[in-house]
Antibody, heavy 119, light 107 residues
Framework: EVQLVESGGDLIEPGGSLKLSCTAS????????MGWVRQAPGKGLEWVSD????????YYADSVKGRFAISRDNSKNKLYLQMNNLRAEDTAVYYC????????????WGQGTLVTVSS | DIQMTQSPSSLSASVGDRVTITCRAS??????LAWYQQKPGKVPKLLIY???TLQSGVPSRFSGSGSGTYFTLAISNLQPEDVATYYC?????????FGGGTKVEIK
């Protein structure tokens, strides 16, 4: 059974940094693109970032480019999102998601971890 | 960047009705279009990918069509458990934008 478990969400002050983790199980992690999608309270889904299976290619939404960094450790079946210079508008539930083979529609999602940016 | 415009933003229909949600992409995204369902308080669920391919386990009353810039998600024989917000997503190239969502309610 595919499982994605996010951790690391917290209350953080504006300008601060936070690192999210996603632990994957139930599939061969190293063969799939992975991504992060966020959802602000009461709002729609916003794609944040993707990383290909090897970690050699990364992609970002304009809203986080230069502040967030996605990475993965295939030996540990873990996906990460380093978030720097956080802003109030980054407040959201952050979902880790697994892409289907051959494309980046997401067939499995974690339960999400809440990041709140507030003073 | 690719823009995804969904309509309507909300709709209300009766059990057994057929409902249709549209998603317009600009520019052309070929068939790199997915539809997701998010029930209140739940995690998004993939319904359709490649514009028209039903994800395993999804009821056949859901169907998708379209290519290029115009796509539709249809729900035939609407059921109470279909109450949710539906999102389209471009995955042709980054940024992998989502549509704004369509909230489906039962009359």
């Amino acid at each position: 059974e595919v499982q994605l478990v996010e951790s690391g969400g917290d209350l953080i002050e504006p300008g601060g940094s936070l690192k999210l983790s996603c632990t994957a199980s139930g599939f061969t992690f190293s063969t799939f693109t992975m991504g992060w999608v966020r959802q602000a309270p009461g709002k729609g889904l916003e794609w944040v970032s993707d990383i290909n299976n090897s970690g050699g290619n990364t992609y970002y939404a304009d809203s986080v480019k230069g502040r967030f960094a996605i990475s993965r450790d295939n030996s540990k079946n873990k996906l990460y999102l380093q978030m720097n210079n956080l802003r109030a508008e980054d407040t959201a539930v952050y979902y880790c998601a697994k892409a289907k083979s051959g494309g980046s529609s997401y067939d499995y999602w974690g339960q999400g971890t809440l990041v709140t940016v507030s003073s | 960047d690719i823009q995804m415009t969904q309509s309507p933003s909300s709709l209300s229909a009766s059990v057994g009705d057929r409902v249709t949600i549209t998603c317009r992409a600009s520019p052309d995204i070929s068939d790199y279009l997915a539809w997701y369902q998010q029930k209140p308080g739940k995690v998004p669920k993939l319904l359709i990918y490649s514009a028209s391919t039903l994800q395993s386990g999804v009821p056949s009353r859901f169907s998708g069509s379209g290519s290029g810039t115009y796509f539709t998600l249809a729900i035939s024989n609407l059921q109470p458990e279909d109450v949710a917000t539906y999102y389209c997503q471009n995955y042709n190239r980054a940024p992998l934008t989502f549509g704004g969502g369509t909230k489906v309610e039962i009359k």
